[in-house]
């Protein structure tokens, strides 16, 4: 699976953006789509996920703020009311063997086998 990012971007705090993750070799047993996200210095945090069964679960300090969704092969992060904290690197990130249970922005990084080269968000204040 290729996975591409797209819409990152500089916004000012309370903006708005959305990224878009295009996954190509793609095959309907991706069970988990996702994002992450590392800030300089900072190690990569989950930050949304979606699970097969089409359920998303978020890291606390982006609830209510950020929307994951998928359309066939094309995920997406709608990310409002953004914050300075929120900058970083955003990565897409994919796997076909993590169970539902396990499909959470709190599972470790090392067990998404597939990632995005990543798209650049920044929030200024």
């Known amino acids: 699976v290729e996975l591409v990012e797209s819409g990152g971007g500089s916004v000012q705090t309370g903006g708005s953006l959305r990224l878009s993750c295009r996954a190509s070799?793609?095959?309907?047993?991706?069970?988990?789509m996702g994002w992450f996200r590392q800030a300089p210095g900072k190690e990569r945090e989950g930050v949304a996920t979606?699970?097969?069964?089409?359920v998303p679960a978020y890291a606390e300090s982006v609830k209510d703020r950020f929307t994951i969704s998928r359309d066939k092969d094309t995920l997406y992060l709608q990310m409002n009311d953004l914050k300075p904290e929120d900058s970083g690197t955003y990565y897409c990130?994919?796997?076909?063997?993590?169970?539902?249970?396990?499909?959470?922005?709190?599972?470790?990084?090392?067990?998404?086998?597939?990632w995005g080269q990543g798209t650049q968000v920044t929030v200024s204040s």
């Open positions: 990130v994919a796997d076909n063997y993590l169970t539902t249970s396990r499909c959470k922005p709190g599972t470790d990084a090392s067990k998404f086998d597939n």
């Open positions: 070799g793609y095959n309907d047993d991706n069970r988990c």
């Open positions: 979606l699970n097969v069964d089409g």
